[in-house]
């Protein structure tokens, strides 16, 4: 898949989202992310507006714990200092 084929995946993409939950904002901004990285090399005036769009989204949406957890599909594990081994040397 060359870039403008991807650039366009990345399009429809972003147009099918149902942005009507908040899951739906927080996976916008992924798309939107996406897209502005996919597009920083061909068009940087556009990559710049949506980097501004998921500023604007993002204010809206503050609350970060909130966004990990819709996207996680469960909690990841801790990891604990108390769960390695003890070097033997």
Known sequence: MNDQQAIHQLEQQLAELNTDSAKGAYRRI??????AWALADTDMKRAQELAEEVAAIWVERTDEAEYSRLLSPKPSPTLSLSAIPNDPT
């Not at 992924?30 to 897209?35: E, I, S």
């Open 30 to 35: 992924d798309a939107l992310n996406d897209l």
